[in-house]
């Protein structure tokens, strides 16, 4: 797949133009498989092609190295570790979407982008935050995100109109909306990212607060115009990062945003009020890339369940979800 041809797709975001670039595709085969995890990772390979060794989606990517410190409040909602004061090492990997692993950092179907952070608490209880660039997510269930890819798959140029993907978008309304909320950053450093699932903070007397993450770059948000990013080199995002640390640190605030009583936590499509109680739990300072990030892939795997005593996950099915695509996707890149 050239760049050009990447270039060429008109849509905002990596799914619907990943049915834009499908050649003509034999009907799609993933319903064979046995569970919703294994069809979606069935259906994302058919799609984006078999890479060995790479990841089934957010393929692209540059890992770099920092810490974590937490601010007070953090300690008051949560009895976590790493929300106890000193500062905790991270691992963090910024990528691409879609499992393409050449795919130019400009093009719009690497939208949304990928924040994870791997923390790693003296202690030993390690947290892993896994964030995109959407404001909400455009389904609600794994079985929704599964029907969606095997709907692309059978997209092609030659589908008959009103195509699957087409359909599938005017049944689930969210689907374009949060999709439109893609955007192209100058930098994965100046790019804003959410959790989109909903998680708990316990505190040490047991009391429970729902939330979600907000991580903000200090720097501020800047984000390019289509024709800004068109003209960007292929891999100017995953070569910026290291060039930026190698002259200064990047920070992020870390923010939870407070669930009321009565949000869902339930239904990653529907985004809180914007005057929901915003916590600073802390700030992330980048400091280093990592001298071989391509091996440190390899061996990281950010699981949204990995989680200390103090956080814990909500009612959101999609956390299950991704937990068993995840799994899938990393026992097939690590063969
Ligand atoms: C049902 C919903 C979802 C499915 C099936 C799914 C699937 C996947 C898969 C298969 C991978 C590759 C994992 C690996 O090999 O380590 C991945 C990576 C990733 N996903 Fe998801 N995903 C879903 C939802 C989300 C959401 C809601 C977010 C963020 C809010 C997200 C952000 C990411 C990121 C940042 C990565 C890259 C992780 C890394 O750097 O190693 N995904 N996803």
């Known amino acids: 797949m050239t760049h050009a041809t990447i270039r060429r797709s008109s849509s905002g975001c990596a799914l619907l133009g990943a049915a834009l670039l499908l050649a003509a595709i034999p009907a799609a085969r993933a319903q064979d498989a046995s569970s919703t995890a294994e069809q979606t990772i069935a259906a994302m390979t058919r799609i984006f092609g078999d890479h060995p060794g790479k990841r089934s989606n957010h393929a692209k990517g540059v890992v770099v190295e920092g810490s974590f410190t937490p601010s007070k409040d953090a300690a008051t909602l949560s009895k976590a570790s790493v929300f106890s004061g000193a500062a905790v090492p991270v ?65 092609g140029p030659d ?29 994965f450093g100046r790019q804003v990212y959410n959790g989109v699932n909903a998680f708990v903070l316990v505190d040490a007397a047991g009391k429970r607060n729902p939330f979600r993450y907000r991580i903000v770059p200090v720097d501020g948000e800047e984000i390019l115009s289509a024709d ?14 290291p060039a930026r640390l190698a002259k200064a640190p990047v920070a992020f605030r870390v923010e939870a945003q407070i669930a009321q009583p009565g949000d869902a936590t339930k239904d990653s499509t529907i985004p809180w009020p914007e005057d929901r109680r915003f916590v600073d739990l802390g700030t992330l300072t980048l400091t280093r890339a990592v001298p071989d ?26 956390i299950d979800a991704r937990v068993q695509a995840y799994a899938i996707s990393f026992g097939r890149r690590s063969q």
Do not use: C, W
């Not at 990030?293 to 999609?318: C, H, I, R």
């Open 91 to 155: 691992t963090v990997r910024f990528s691409d979407a879609t499992g393409l692993p050449q795919i130019p950092d400009g093009a719009p179907e690497a939208n949304p982008h990928g924040l994870s952070i791997k923390f790693k608490p003296a202690d030993g209880a390690e947290m892993d935050v896994v964030t995109n660039s959407l404001k909400f997510f455009p389904v609600a269930t794994g079985e929704d995100f599964r029907d969606l890819l095997v709907a692309i798959t059978r997209s």
């Open 159 to 187: 589908a008959p109109k009103p195509t699957p993907v087409e359909q599938f978008m005017a049944a689930h309304p969210a689907a374009p909306k949060a999709l439109a909320t893609a955007r192209t950053p100058s930098s």
């Open 228 to 241: 800004e990013a068109k003209a960007k080199g292929p891999n100017y995002l995953v070569e910026e990062m």
């Open 293 to 318: 990030s391509e091996t440190a892939e390899k061996a990281l795997l950010f699981m949204p369940n990995n989680l200390p005593d103090g956080v814990e996950v909500s009612d959101d099915p999609l």
